[in-house]
């Protein structure tokens, strides 16, 4: 059967290749409930401007509820020659209701159509993603308590660099995800503005008002230019590069953990609800869904990659290359939300591995900083302290001791105006406890952004 898309004009139906080639149906039936509340407050609108009588208007309602259901319950059959879901929706209408269900469509095309449905979706997926973020917070904010007295190597070039408090580590993290939350936010006021109306390109001679479908969808606005909202995919596109950006994120957590669980480092065991095993070395528990968080996060920069091109080279305005916008789309926010699914579970389940991370606290000199400004507060430039506690780290490393065991006859001879008060900042715990500025892992700033985030998370009483 030809497309109720195809007018009068049409003298030949359309080849069946043509219609396998074109459907969008097979994915953009992700968008069906976004559609209906579309046309209902379409249909709504279309009563309140008089282009509907009000008994029209209420069996259009009521016919497109049904449709919900029965796209739900799996009865209605979906047919490449109907293309798109907004096309199946209509028919389905005009089955139901004759010519009352062919007044739907007045005033609207499918192009303000479909981007109002996008819109609406992904206004809900940045929502379903931002409590997912929270949950994934919660999660590392509640390890904070009982990590309190952990400390880890922070590394630089991932080389063994200063020691840091185990809660540090994991507001880092919170942070991160709460500049993704930030952008998600951001970018949903740009979503939240109603497309409808604008019709193919350049609006309607009809009476339509627009704001009042706007407010009945709970947009804030209502997008000004009808050439510019035909062709605007920007909310598309922003949407997926702040899901890239939790992708990254989670993805460089991921590779963190694999690197850590390895015998080499040793410094975590994973949740074994997490891991699988080998079938053919009985030995291994291997961390496949960090692995697959980081091999995943692939497929969302290439969704990304996708999109960006798919609109560099479109003239004003819809170009039916707009409609390979949603499996980049839908793909990108699924895989975002299967990886945010399961790392809360593998942050709560995480075990710190606390004598392989004390012994390897012991070498590497993560003090040397802190004794370095020891000197510095005592009166010795920078670039001199640096070299002398470069000299102590080599004496060290030469009689195979820590900076703390050596004579301080040793510290003399290098800096001649230390005295033993100068053990008071070696070892990793009195490194720990000598930092003081704003942002650092200085217990109490750590106390208190702890406090902080608790507050902001609605965690006070933990
Ligand atoms: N399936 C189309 C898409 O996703 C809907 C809009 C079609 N508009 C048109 N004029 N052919 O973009």
Known sequence: MDSPSRSGVFQKSTDGRMEEFAESISFDHELYAHDIAGSIAH?????????????????IQDALSEIRGDIEEWRLEFRVDLEDIHMHIEQSLI?????????????????????????????DAIDRVDRRLVELQRAFLGRCAADADVILPAYTHLQRAQPVLAPHYWLAYCEKFERDRGRLADCRKRVNQCSLGVAAVAGTSLPIDRHDVASRLGFDSVAANSMDVSSDRDFVLESAFALTLVAE?????????????????????????????????????????????????ARVIGNLQTLLVLVKGLPLAYNRDLQEDKPALFDSFATVEACLEVAPPIVGGMQWNRSAISERLERGYLDATTLMEYMIRRGVPQRTAHHSVGQLVGLAIQKGARLAELPLDDFQQVCPGLDS????????????????????????????????????????NL
């Open 43 to 59: 249909a709504q609108m279309l009563e309140t401007v008089g282009l509907l009588s009000p008994a029209e208007s209420q069996s």
């Open 95 to 123: 089955e139901r209701l004759g010519d009352v269900g062919r007044k739907l469509h007045t005033g609207r095309s499918r192009n303000d159509q479909v981007s109002t449905d996008l819109r609406l979706w992904v206004r």
């Open 249 to 297: 994120h989670l993805s460089t957590w991921a590779d963190e953990w694999i690197l850590w669980s390895t015998v080499e480092f040793g410094f975590i065991r994973l949740p074994q609800e997490f891991c699988t095993g080998s079938s053919i070395m009985p030995q291994k528990v291997n961390p496949d869904a960090l692995e697959l968080t980081r091999g995943k996060t």
């Open 421 to 460: 008060g100068v053990y008071g900042v070696l070892g990793v715990e009195n490194a720990v406890r000598a930092y003081t500025s704003y942002g650092s892992s200085a217990p109490r700033e750590v106390e208190k952004q702890v406090a902080r985030w608790k507050d902001k998370l609605g965690l006070s």
